[in-house]
């Protein structure tokens, strides 16, 4: 281990930022937090809602992100779509021309029901709306999609270490607009741990705010490596290819999905079990322990949709090779039930 203000540290932070910068499609500094996602949820919010934030929802993680910001003491307002559904920027526009909101947050890829909403429609409201800050979570599908931070024109795009980056839990990462910085620059009650200003500030000498999960950065130099040796467009297209092999398995065997159609995420697949009409219906834990008594782990559903849907994810690592595996583990337990 090292010191977190020495030169072996700095230097690593230095050596990964173009990388970081490449993977965001932006120019500003990515920061490093030493938490969980919902720590940049949570501190997106201290720093950026003076006003009242909309929250548009459309799942579990989308859905607490407006009782996070009550819990924050903000303002807050739903713009609530039906789960499996998108958001669309014809109900954002109505929601954001009412002139009540200076922020909102949006879940690109909503990993509890695998709905990913169109974000380039969504960020074009921006231009529109220049004022409001966009805060974006892109936890579950950032770095299987192109998310270019800069063209997009949004204020903050955040992610974490174990989703696409398939890194051990631990660790934040995110992009601010300068607009977003300035806005904070001037928030009060941003407190301490979560403070962008101090993240800005600290990025300048190569350094975070706090001590960092050291071993956390070193594996993403090793992550980053192989993310820019398989090629960005090739890691794009791979995540596409088996989320599309999966949504083929399941309607093989008869399953529909929950997504809407047209709207499904790329990098995991929620699959309907009986949750939309005319579909397959299996006993899902039954059909869960046999797929994990071959080795494999598939989510049963998450909140509300657990049992109705079951969700089977190829972020990060996976390869045609190890999705057969599962396929064939899969296709074992359904004949097993
Ligand atoms: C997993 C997830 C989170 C929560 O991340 P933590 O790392 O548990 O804080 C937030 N948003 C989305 C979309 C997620 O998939």
Redesign the pocket.
Known sequence: MMGHRGQGFKDLYAKIQPKLQALFHTRQQVFLSTS????V?EGALRNLVAKKVLCCMNGA?SDKWLDVSRRCGKAAEALQVDWGSPIRAEALDAKLTTGQFDALTL?H???STGVMSPIGELAALKKKYPDVMFIV?S??SFSAIKLPFDELGLDVLLT?S??AFALP?GM?LFACSPAALAKAAKQADRGYYFDFIEFQKNSEGSMTPSTPTIGHVYALESKLEDIFNEGLEARFARHLRLAQKTRDWAAKHGFGLFPEPGFESVSLTCVSNGARAGGRVIDVPKFQKLVKDRGFLIDGGYGKIKGTTFRISNMGDETDATMDQLYAAMDESLKAL
């Not at 969980?36 to 720590?39: L, N, P, T």
């Open positions: 969980s996602a919902w720590g949820m993680f879940i890829n909503e990993t979570d936890v579950s974490g174990q989703k839990p934040a």
